[in-house]
């Protein structure tokens, strides 16, 4: 088979793959992401819920909430009574101290609202719902059939149905105490739904269907009565409605002990294409690091000219001296390092300053033969003993330090 065979087959499924992927993006899909958030306009979002609420309590403000009730419950800015709390998410875990917040803000006459499919065993058990057996909650899940739900009659003016055409939870409360609780709703299978419980001059909502709240079912026919009619429990008046999206409610474990991931990120991951593009490229990404890693070398640094120290050391060692006015001592030590200097350099012996010293270390170091003499003319002076003035210590510094910088 030669190339121009292989090139027009590999050109035929090259476009074939590009057909398929444009028919596929063209193709108009139903989103189906369950995202509970408010920002979100999709089918399964709360955008209109949330949007809706301050009209349904007389233009309240709405203060988006994103920490636990132990810090932002305050004795003082919530004993007016003309607060609610909003949750709707896919659990409810509290720890007990959160309840107790919870329960002191309700018992000052605010209200809370609880839509979940799940709570965990310590919101179960603050609240009686299972541990002697009057209040069981079933751990709901997501059902692809339509749903009817229903409002009853007190408190409303008249039974009235809704029918909930996309995705909905099938959790419902049983064994409900008549006493202590009082039944608002039912779903088409005749379980309790949706129940209120007073406390202290407050009252708790619990709506075990989140999906009755999305925009999908909102947006069908007149289910927004039902949104409506829901809120008017509530009593009027309230001055400050707190939407909860604190992180362990909205995101911690929950739905059997699976855990729901808070990354921004988990709207992407929702779609499969994009985990497996993804995938790959986290694989490629670390069999270039694996393989390029081994051939990849150490870049070599540049060489730096080795540089001549000893001019340096010799003016800080005459400074000091000079700063004592020991002129004498300090020829003495400049001598005594410029002979050290030439022995190790030049391998000469410095015993006898002679005229073969001088023509030896003239042609070793390359240096004018007359100014060597004029150099072994000092190194006689100062061994000597004689006593040096500051200008002859000027000029044998200057006669040494031109020698160091023509052999360096």
């Not at 009730?69 to 709707?88: A, Q, R």
């Not at 009619?229 to 909205?250: A, H, M, Q, R, T």
């Not at 500051?390 to 006669?399: A, D, K, T, W």
């Amino acid at each position: 088979m030669n190339k121009t065979i292989l090139y027009i087959i590999a050109s035929v499924c090259l476009l074939g793959i590009l057909f398929l992927v444009f028919f596929k993006q063209t193709e108009k899909q139903f989103d189906t992401r369950i995202t509970i958030d408010k920002k979100y306009k999709n089918p399964y979002g709360l955008y209109i819920a949330y949007n809706m609420l301050p009209s349904l309590f007389n233009n309240s403000t709405v203060k988006v909430n994103s920490e636990s009730p132990v810090d932002w419950y305050d004795t003082d800015s919530m004993s007016d009574g003309k607060n609610v709390f909003f949750l709707i998410s896919y659990q409810f875990n509290p720890s007990a101290e959160e309840l107790r917040s919870l329960y002191q803000f309700v018992k000052q006459g605010n209200q809370v609202f609880i839509c979940t499919p799940w709570m965990n065993e310590e919101a179960t058990s603050y609240f009686g719902f299972g541990e002697e057996s009057i209040y069981n909650y079933e751990i709901g899940r997501y059902s692809r059939d339509s749903g009817v739900v229903s409002l009853y009659q007190p408190p409303f003016n008249n039974d009235t149905s809704y029918f909930n055409p996309g995705l909905h939870y099938t959790a419902h409360f049983t064994a409900v105490d008549s006493v202590r609780y009082r039944v608002l709703g039912k779903d088409e299978s005749g379980d309790i739904n949706m129940v209120k419980v007073n406390a202290g001059k407050g009252s708790f909502y619990f709506n075990s269907n989140p999906a009755l709240f999305y925009n999908y079912f909102l947006l069908y026919k007149n289910n927004i009565d039902y949104f409506q009619k829901v809120v008017s429990l509530i009593p009027p008046g309230k001055n400050k409605i707190i939407w909860d999206e604190y992180f362990v409610y909205k995101y911690g474990t929950g739905n059997g002990g699976k855990s729901r991931s808070a990354s921004p990120l988990r709207v992407l991951f929702s779609y499969s294409a994009f985990t497996w593009a993804f995938s790959l490229l986290i694989s490629l990404l670390l069999l270039y690091i694996a393989t390029q890693a081994k051939r990849m070398q150490r870049l070599i640094q540049a060489m730096v000219r080795p540089k001549n120290d000893t001019l340096d050391f010799a003016k800080t060692i005459g400074r000091l001296y000079y700063e004592k006015s020991d002129h004498t001592n300090l020829a003495r030590k400049m001598a005594t390092y410029l002979l050290e200097h030439i022995r190790n350099k030049y391998f000469i012996s410095t015993a006898n300053l002679n005229e073969e010293f001088i023509n030896n270390l003239s042609h070793k170091s390359g240096y004018d033969e007359e100014k060597v003499k004029e150099i072994v003319g000092n190194l006689v002076f100062i061994q000597a003993g004689y006593d040096v003035s500051e200008h002859q210590l000027v000029n044998i510094y200057q006669s040494f330090s031109k020698f160091y910088k023509y052999t360096s």
